[in-house]
């Protein structure tokens, strides 16, 4: 089977900075778009990065300029460098990808839009 594993999260004050990492573990093959996504008390999950298996990066509009997505392919792993941060970031951040390929046994099995269990980013004022 295969899991992604979110860490880095915490505690930090208005204007710090955390680096949250997101590692694939099992017997991966491929991994498409990975992303980050958020979710308050009391709101919705919303998108925060993605970056696709090429590189390529979308952000929403209220952490431009101040999150940085990247990927490490070799290590199945997916970073969200966090700065400038605010008391309105704080919220569960969930690992995500659209799909995923693994070995199961002699065979391919894939996961659609798989998600992480979370780790939580609390900035104080």
């Known amino acids: 089977q295969v899991q992604l594993v979110e860490s880095g999260g915490g505690l930090v004050q208005a204007g710090g900075s955390l680096r949250l990492s997101c590692a694939a573990s099992g017997r991966i093959f491929s991994i498409n778009t990975m992303g980050w996504y958020r979710q308050a008390p009391g709101k919705q999950r919303e998108l925060v990065a993605t970056?696709?298996?090429?590189?390529?990066?979308n952000y929403a509009d209220s952490v431009k300029g101040r999150f940085t997505i990247s990927r490490d392919n070799a290590k199945n792993t997916v970073y969200l460098q966090m700065n400038s941060l605010k008391p309105e970031d704080t919220a569960v951040y969930y690992c995500n990808t659209d799909s995923i390929a693994y070995y199961s046994g002699s065979y391919y099995q894939y996961k659609y839009d798989y998600w992480g269990q979370g780790t939580q980013v609390t900035v104080s004022s």
């Open positions: 970056i696709t298996s090429g590189g390529i990066t």
